[in-house]
């Protein structure tokens, strides 16, 4: 902890460019000039990319999002820039200062990846013109772009924090770590209560590693269902291993600290990941509604483009909010009482530590949290009543069984996640032992029984999972007996 009488910062002044006094409005001017045309001239070329279906190729997909990162880049800091000049205010407060750093970063990071892009495309071109069109798809196309979007997010979130820290005011930094309290278990429970913790979080990872596994492995699970399911496997993967290690390892060593930054960057990546797995299962439901309602059309609607770019949207989506969380938790101040009623650092139980005004961080969790909640479980309940009601219209003993049997499972795993998710953070007045159990259920339980319901009762699975023991067994078998190989040919050739 620092000295209290040190000074906090929570304003910055932007001093400008060296421009003497009497030549403001000239350079003003040019400046204006200069980002007007930039803006206009990157507009004009998305729109005729979008409106011309002949520069409807790589090249131009890769050249209008560049167009738009190059828009971004100069907003971020022209427009302030140019505000201060014609106001003389050189002010900007620590969190504008710090969300300019992180755009900057964001669309500065984006360019270059861009343009390393852009010159893999030319070089497949100009150099392997015969497979231009087989390398450089659509899938992949969408693929690079995203990649670059994720990297990009990720390096600028990754200077965010670490400046955050060093920005914090004062009274924050009276708080260097907090004190994870754990579950409420009876003291001589622990080893029975880390046990079963160890059980489940070793099925959830080796459960949903299979199904990765198995989807890589075999080329029939290639299509855009399983597709989904491997990356809400990864996710599933990922959102019990930012809190659940932590938690066995404090049962272990009875160590409940954790430190701010650590903190912090738990609670983003728990945040990226929920959020994640909430706009995966909406999409994977969009998916079974094209399929069932409209077989006809699925390939079409369901082009690889298409199921890339929604899963490169909710990475994109989930990593801007878990951002929008974080940068207004940065801002607040902990004070003395440094002591989580949680397993993890949740932004819920942090909001109870805060000594300073949380109620724009409530509202925005009541309005921004509960619109993408609302709006991805409104996805999943509009897709199977269609789904339902599709299958009711040509009724089927065997086909309604086999229909509601499935999405009875779907179902009652999404109103598991979805219902503990929202308990906890739209209906709970007061902290207690009943949310830290609902965030057991969907931290730990639903990505547990993930595998079971969505893949390893799948037919489709269970062949490839047969194919993969079938495959392991015969090159075992061929190491282990390579005489009789040698000596089967050698007769052949006899």
Same mark, same amino acid.
């Given at each position: 902890?620092?000295?209290?009488?040190?000074?906090?910062?929570?304003?910055?002044?932007?001093?400008?460019?060296?421009?003497?006094?009497?030549?403001?409005?000239?350079?003003?001017?040019?400046?204006?000039?200069?980002?007007?045309?930039?803006?206009?001239?990157?507009?004009?070329?998305?729109?005729?990319?979008?409106?011309?279906?002949?520069?409807?190729?790589?090249?131009?997909?890769?050249?209008?999002?560049?167009?738009?990162?190059?828009?971004?880049?100069?907003?971020?800091?022209?427009?302030?820039?140019?505000?201060?000049?014609?106001?003389?205010?050189?002010?900007?407060?620590?969190?504008?200062?710090?969300?300019?750093?992180?755009?900057?970063?964001?669309?500065?990071?984006?360019?270059?990846?861009?343009?390393?892009?852009?010159?893999?495309?030319?070089?497949?071109?100009?150099?392997?013109?015969?497979?231009?069109?087989?390398?450089?798809?659509?899938?992949?196309?969408?693929?690079?772009?995203?990649?670059?979007?994720?990297?990009?997010?990720?390096?600028?979130?990754?200077?965010?924090?670490?400046?955050?820290?060093?920005?914090?005011?004062?009274?924050?930094?009276?708080?260097?770590?907090?004190? #994870?309290?754990?579950?409420?278990?009876?003291?001589?429970?622990?080893?029975?209560?880390?046990?079963?913790?160890?059980?489940?979080?070793?099925?959830?990872? #080796?459960?949903?590693?299979?199904?990765?596994?198995?989807?890589?492995?075999?080329?029939?699970?290639?299509?855009?269902?399983?597709?989904?399911?491997?990356?809400?496997?990864?996710?599933?993967?990922?959102?019990? =291993?930012?809190?659940?290690?932590?938690?066995?390892?404090?049962?272990?060593?009875?160590?409940? $600290?954790?430190?701010?930054?650590?903190?912090?960057?738990?609670?983003?990546?728990?945040?990226?990941?929920?959020?994640?797995?909430?706009?995966?299962?909406?999409?994977?439901?969009?998916?079974?509604?094209?399929?069932?309602?409209?077989?006809?059309?699925?390939?079409?609607?369901?082009?690889?483009?298409?199921?890339?770019?929604?899963?490169?949207?909710?990475?994109?989506?989930?990593?801007?909010? =878990?951002?929008?969380?974080?940068?207004?938790?940065?801002?607040?101040?902990?004070?003395?009482?440094?002591?989580?009623?949680?397993?993890?650092?949740?932004?819920?139980?942090?909001?109870?530590?805060?000594?300073?005004?949380?109620?724009?961080?409530?509202?925005?969790?009541?309005?921004?949290?509960?619109?993408?909640?609302?709006?991805?479980?409104?996805?999943?309940?509009?897709?199977?009543?269609?789904?339902?009601?599709?299958?009711?219209?040509?009724?089927?003993?065997?086909?309604?069984?086999?229909?509601?049997?499935?999405?009875?499972?779907?179902?009652?795993?999404?109103?598991?996640?979805?219902?503990?998710?929202?308990?906890?953070?739209?209906?709970?007045?007061?902290?207690? $032992?009943?949310?830290?159990?609902?965030?057991?259920?969907?931290?730990?339980?639903?990505?547990?029984?993930?595998?079971?319901?969505?893949?390893?009762?799948?037919?489709?699975?269970?062949?490839?999972?047969?194919?993969?023991?079938?495959?392991?067994?015969?090159?075992?078998?061929?190491?282990?007996?390579?005489?009789?190989?040698?000596?089967?040919?050698?007769?052949?050739?006899?």
């Amino acid at each position: 902890m620092r000295p209290e009488n040190q000074s906090s910062v929570s304003h910055f002044l932007l001093l400008g460019l060296p421009i003497p006094p009497g030549q403001q409005g000239m350079f003003f001017t040019l400046f204006l000039g200069m980002y007007l045309t930039t803006v206009l001239g990157n507009l004009l070329i998305i729109l005729l990319i979008r409106l011309d279906s002949r520069l409807h190729i790589p090249m131009y997909f890769f050249l209008s999002h560049l167009a738009f990162s190059d828009i971004s880049l100069s907003s971020v800091t022209v427009p302030k820039m140019l505000m201060n000049m014609q106001t003389r205010q050189q002010s900007i407060s620590r969190v504008g200062c710090i969300s300019q750093m992180y755009f900057f970063i964001l669309f500065s990071t984006l360019d270059n990846f861009l343009l390393a892009v852009m010159a893999y495309d030319r070089y497949v071109a100009i150099c392997h013109p015969l497979h231009y069109t087989t390398v450089m798809r659509e899938g992949l196309c969408v693929l690079l772009v995203a990649g670059s979007w994720i990297l990009s997010c990720g390096q600028s979130l990754l200077h965010t924090l670490l400046l955050a820290r060093l920005m914090r005011p004062e009274n924050q930094s009276s708080v260097s770590e907090f004190l #994870l309290l754990g579950l409420p278990i009876p003291p001589g429970q622990q080893g029975v209560f880390f046990t079963l913790f160890l059980g489940m979080y070793l099925t959830t990872v #080796l459960g949903n590693l299979l199904i990765i596994l198995l989807i890589r492995l075999d080329s029939r699970l290639h299509t855009p269902m399983y597709f989904f399911l491997s990356h809400l496997a990864f996710s599933d993967i990922s959102l019990s =291993s930012v809190t659940v290690p932590k938690m066995l390892m404090n049962m272990q060593t009875r160590q409940q $600290s954790i430190s701010y930054v650590g903190c912090i960057s738990q609670m983003y990546f728990f945040m990226l990941f929920s959020t994640l797995d909430s706009f995966l299962l909406a999409v994977m439901a969009y998916d079974r509604y094209v399929a069932i309602c409209q077989p006809l059309h699925y390939t079409t609607i369901m082009r690889e483009g298409l199921c890339v770019m929604l899963v490169a949207g909710s990475w994109i989506l989930s990593c801007g909010q =878990s951002l929008l969380y974080t940068l207004l938790l940065v801002r607040l101040s902990f004070c003395a009482d440094n002591a989580i009623i949680h397993f993890f650092c949740d932004i819920a139980a942090l909001l109870k530590l805060s000594c300073s005004d949380t109620s724009l961080n409530e509202l925005v969790i009541f309005t921004e949290g509960a619109m993408i909640l609302f709006l991805s479980f409104g996805i999943i309940l509009c897709s199977y009543i269609r789904i339902g009601t599709t299958i009711l219209r040509a009724p089927s003993t065997k086909r309604l069984f086999k229909a509601f049997s499935t999405c009875g499972s779907h179902l009652s795993v999404v109103f598991l996640y979805y219902g503990t998710l929202a308990g906890v953070y739209f209906s709970s007045s007061s902290w207690g $032992s009943k949310d830290i159990i609902a965030s057991v259920m969907y931290m730990v339980v639903t990505p547990m029984l993930n595998p079971f319901i969505y893949s390893l009762r799948n037919r489709d699975i269970k062949q490839a999972l047969e194919m993969c023991v079938n495959r392991v067994k015969f090159f075992k078998q061929q190491s282990l007996d390579p005489p009789v190989a040698f000596r089967s040919t050698v007769r052949q050739i006899s």
